[in-house]
């Protein structure tokens, strides 16, 4: 590995506001031979690969592969980018049908199915929500946007019926009302991730782990043992309120108040808006954390119980068989599932 791609791998864990923490081994473990690690910025965050167990040369070539197939998917799926068929639907007038790669159509139809089982927390369609909020914009926001602004908003999607997403047959679809535009963050990093690390195992990858953020993969072990992933105190950005040790192929997500915010008037304004008051969602939680068995579906139920809260977050959580999760109030307990796989602990 190239030296300052281990110095960027370094500040992939733990800079930037990152959810999740890799820990080197736990107290009194044996030193472990170290995986290989590359880091590159990718879908507007940090995404670092690591594989153990296989020679240098064919990590490397493996793990040019699973970035180059994440970029592809930024390309098609980020309304940043102005050449995706993304950007291209939400630029286009409102009402006509457009085609648009199967791949896309797949994902948006299981974006609108979270959607629909959630009740509406889950959606897709954020776009100009999201806009007049301005998260993602450099420099970041500093305080709300202007009542009228999304009073306006709320009219137009109160006027849009259902999701204002329909899909049609020969891959194509349309959005139905101006207050709409596509919005995949919560859900195409994770499916970025799940094809990442297919395209590991095709090249003969057998344990790495995979993190982009809030989100993370997970296949086979580090030498035998597990991969030792500590999950953030939203409220202390070094320390660690849970460890997990995790073998086989897992997935991992989790979405957070704390990971883009800003402060206005001792109120904590976040990234993760609720669809009905068309504001940071108040939800009563800090910090959802899903265990499943693929990254998409992780990071959009990660969303989805976020922004529905404790009650109606759980009782979600159970039409999907297999999926776990660990729940920060924001008084700071914690709720887990039973099959929620983790050693509640203190920084390593």
């Not at 690690?37 to 240098?56: H, P």
Request: with cysteine; charged share 20%; proline share 7%.
């Amino acid at each position: 590995m190239k030296p300052w791609t281990r110095w960027l791998g370094w500040l992939g864990l733990f800079g930037l506001g990152m959810l999740f923490l890799l820990v080197s081994r736990l107290p009194g473990e044996p030193e472990a031979e170290p995986p290989l690690l590359e880091t590159r910025l990718l879908m507007g965050t940090l995404v670092s690969i690591s594989t153990w167990g296989v020679e240098e040369k064919q990590a490397e070539a493996a793990m040019e592969q699973a970035f180059a197939e994440m970029s592809r998917i930024e390309g098609m799926m980020s309304r940043f980018i102005p050449t995706s068929p993304v950007s291209g639907l939400n630029d286009a007038p409102r009402g006509a049908f457009h085609t648009v790669p199967a791949e896309l159509i797949s994902v948006v139809s299981k974006g609108l199915e979270i959607g629909q089982l959630s009740g509406g927390a889950f959606d897709i369609g954020l776009g100009p929500l999201s806009d007049l909020w301005g998260f993602s914009r450099e420099p970041p926001p500093e305080t709300p946007p202007a009542p009228d602004a999304l009073k306006k908003w709320r009219e137009e999607r109160d006027r849009t019926p259902g999701p204002g997403i329909e899909l049609a047959s020969d891959n194509r679809l349309r959005l139905t009302g101006p207050a709409i535009g596509l919005d995949l963050g919560g859900i195409a990093k994770g499916y970025a991730v799940e094809r990442a690390m297919e395209m590991l195992r095709q090249a003969g990858v057998v344990n790495a782990l995979i993190n982009a953020g809030g989100d993370m993969r997970i296949a086979g072990s580090k030498g035998g043992k597990p991969w030792h992933i500590g999950l953030r105190d939203p409220r202390k950005p070094d320390g660690v309120v849970a460890v997990m040790d995790l073998t086989g192929s897992k997935a991992l997500a989790t979405s957070g108040d704390y990971e883009r915010f800003f402060m206005a008037d001792g109120v904590r304004y976040h990234h993760i808006l609720d669809p009905k008051q068309g504001g940071s969602s108040r939800s009563g939680l800090m910090a959802v954390s899903i265990q499943a068995a693929d990254s998409l579906t992780a990071d959009a139920l990660s969303t989805a119980v976020f922004v529905l809260g404790e009650s109606a977050g759980l009782a979600l959580l159970q039409q999907f068989p297999g999926c776990e999760a660990l729940l920060i109030r924001e008084d700071g307990q914690m709720v887990q599932t039973p099959g929620f796989v983790a050693t509640r602990s203190k920084t390593p």
